[in-house]
C-alpha cells in the first residue's frame, strides 16, 4: 500500500474503511482523525475535532485546543492555528475536506508527505476545492471512490494488498 485517497460522499463509510485498514497495518499509525459531533451548538453548527490518530476513542478530548471548526450544510467556520499543529505528523488523514482552506503549513505538509516515501492512507472529500484537486492530483497517489455498494469490496481488496506488502512475520 502507498498513497491511497478514499473519496466519496459524506455517509459512505469513508473514515470507517480508514479505521479499519490502519487496524491492519503492522507498524506505527501516525497522524490524525477528525471527528463531526452530532449535536449542534446554539448556532445550529456542528464542532469538528482533530486527533491523533493513534489515540484510542476514550482517550480523546473535545476541547478548544482541537476544535478544527464548525459547520453546517451552508457555513463554515476555520479554526486554522489548530490544523498547523498537526503539518508534521502524517500518514492516517482523515479527513481531509475545506476546513483546511486556509491552512497553507497544513496544506504543504498534506503535500510533502503524499510526494514523501511513507504510505499514505487519506479520506478526502469529494469537493471542487483548489486544495482537494492538489490533493488529488500528486503524481502517484491512488484516488479510489467509495460507495455504499462497494465499500466492503473495496476493503477486501485493499486489506489482501496490504497483507501482500507487509505479511505477518
Known sequence: MDKILICGPR?????????????????????????RLTTADGEGMFPIYIHPAAQPEDRRQYGPENLAGRCDSRRSARYTPVFDEWGPRLLVMDELGFLERDASRFQAAVLAALRGPQPVLAAVKNRDDPFLRAVRSVPGVRVLYITRDNREGLYRALARE??????AE
Open 162 to 167: 496490504l497483507d501482500r506488502a507487509h505479511p
Open 11 to 35: 455517509g459512505v463509510g469513508k473514515s470507517t474503511l480508514i479505521r479499519r485498514l490502519a487496524a491492519l497495518y503492522p507498524g506505527p499509525v501516525s497522524g490524525f482523525v477528525t471527528k
